[in-house]
């Protein structure tokens, strides 16, 4: 089953073109990484697929035009965790947790059971249950980013859209960040598209790589068909070496030539 | 905290509002006694035989209990309009006068003393010269923030709200040079009071008020929701576009209507919420039914200090708003152990 398919998306943003006729398709249950140097289109395109940004052509989820849900059953479908979300002064870890639940709570009504145990369970993937009485702006860096985690979580979401999700993070949270994710892919069913600067990361993780650059898919495919130094160079400008690491997959390493 | 603090706070906050209306009521150049108060309220209430005396009885009804009730009204309704205007802004300085309410309701109030001082009418139409311009004020704003930038989110809007205010108070200044002789009237206006003619003013902010404070209260889930910011509200499934209209609106009307029989009385929208957020934190599930409540028994507070320390001159009630409630929170900030 396709969960997402982009038709010739395109995306204006101050007259400038930020995203230019993008196709592509993820199957259901798959992890796509989009990559592509800055500038490149990659965030508004993901802010296209949550509904954040107008965009022409048609983006469906789960088989549905996405222009025709409204924006609750939208955020039933697909969650987006931010590159940078915004931290509230003043709520605890869990109250932060629950916001995911918004999808599912009547306008103006309260949370249920259903929506409490739902949080208790992110919480519990996430190994969140004993902060969560904590603030969340006591938290460190890759706590916090656990904690936004769950709430896309709790969102119950069979579409998780992950802007840069180790963006700001040491080698081992990264590392952890992503087998979390990967983990829960595997036992929540979870179809995951996430933007990486981190090519290295991205070609381990991801079962196929989408290569942006102004606006435009350039390449896309497995990691040794995208993760190539020609497309690398030609894209990014970077000189680089890809080394086929038995075992862990494509090492992007950046050389410096003598000059 | 959530449930643990509301077992709490509720009960304290209920109590404060209750020894601030019964301090309203008893507080006078006439002792009426505390339990003749209460019995005769209740003899009002359900139809009974009063057990003051006819001129006390006319202190209690016609007077302070009317007085009290248009301090709760009006009190609760500024500090539940300011804690809605900072949750949908994400403003912590948002105040129920953020888009113009204020310099609105300033120009409507000088445009009726001005060229309408024939004083039977000026007393019927000042309160609605007030409401008038505040409304316009505010859909002038709002209009025009939507316009020069509904994608650009709160800000837009804050910026229309300073642009149409200044445009007003400038109108209002040009007018009063105008007409220096009405100076001093329009400016004890201005300042705030709570001098009633009875149930009256009560009649014209109660519908407003309680409409507005159950508008606001049932958003609260959904302020708490913003407070991640528009977009991932938005993601979130939120249409954040409507809530914060209907948030806006409901805080607004109230506020017109207050301030149109109250003239402008100032700090309770920062000074309340505020000073409750650093007692219980920030959720607006607790914050704003703590508002209504801490916020109307402030203002009875606030009045009986108004109407006794210069007595029987009365001081204007946004004068002592500022002058206890400034240091007050001055001290909260100070000793509030909560982090940062």
Known sequence: ??????????????GARIVDGLSAEVASGEWVAVIGPNGAGKTTALRAVAGLVSYEGRVRVLEEDARTLA???????????????????????????????????GYLASERRSDHRAVDASLEQLDLLAFAQRRLDTLSGGERQRATLARALAQDAPILLLDEPTAALDMGRQQQVLEIVDRLRASRGLTVVSTMHDLTLAGQYADR??????????????????????????????????????????????????? | MGLAAARIW?????????????????????????????????????GLHSPLSGSDDAILWELRLPRVILAVL???????????????????????????????????????????????????LLPLGAFVGAAIAVIAAYVLGRSAGGAAGP?????????????????????????????????????????????REVGIVLPYAVVSWLVIIAHRRLLDVLSVGDD???????????????????????????????????FVGIIVPHTIRLLVGGSYRLLLPLSV????????????IARTILSPAELPIGVVTAFFGAPFFAVVLRTSRRPA
């Open chain 2, 232 to 266: 991932e509200a938005a993601a979130l499934g939120v249409n954040v576009a409507r809530v914060r209209l209907l948030v806006v609106a409901a805080a607004t009307v109230a506020t017109a209507a207050a301030v149109a029989v109250a003239g402008l009385i100032g």
């Open chain 1, 71 to 105: 924006r609750k059953h939208l955020a039933r479908r697909v969650a987006l965790v931010p590159q940078v979300p915004l931290i509230p002064g003043d709520i605890t870890v869990r109250s932060y947790v629950m916001l995911g639940r918004t999808p599912h709570v």
């Open chain 1, 209 to 259: 790589l989408l290569l942006l650059d102004g606006g435009r898919l350039v390449a896309s495919g497995t990691a040794d068909e995208v993760l190539t130094r020609a497309l690398i160079t030609e894209h990014y400008g970077a000189e680089v070496e890809v080394v086929d690491a038995p075992g862990s997959g494509f090492v992007v390493v950046p050389v410096r030539r003598p000059s």
């Open chain 1, 1 to 14: 089953m396709t969960a997402l398919t982009l038709d010739r998306v395109s995306v204006s943003l101050g």
């Open chain 2, 74 to 124: 009006v009190g609760g309704t500024l500090a539940a309009a300011g804690a809605a205007y900072q949750g949908v802004f994400r403003n912590p300085l948002a105040d129920p006068y953020l888009l113009g309410a204020a310099a609105g309701a300033g120009l409507g109030a000088t445009v009726v003393v001005v060229y309408a001082p024939a004083s039977s009418l000026t007393g019927d």
């Open chain 2, 155 to 199: 800000a837009a809007l804050v910026l229309a709200g300073v642009t149409i205010a200044s445009f007003l108070t400038a109108l209002q200044t040009f007018v009063q040079q105008q007409h220096v002789d009405t100076v001093q009237e329009v400016y004890s206006w201005l300042l705030g009071r709570l001098a009633t003619s009875g149930w």
């Open chain 2, 10 to 46: 509720l009960p304290v906050s209920l109590a404060f509002l209750a020894a601030a209306m019964l301090a309203g009521v008893l507080v006078g150049p006439v002792d009426l006694g505390a339990v003749n108060v209460v019995r005769a309220t209740f003899a009002h209430v359900f």
């Open chain 2, 293 to 304: 409540i801490v916020g109307a028994g402030f203002l009875v507070f606030a009045d009986v």
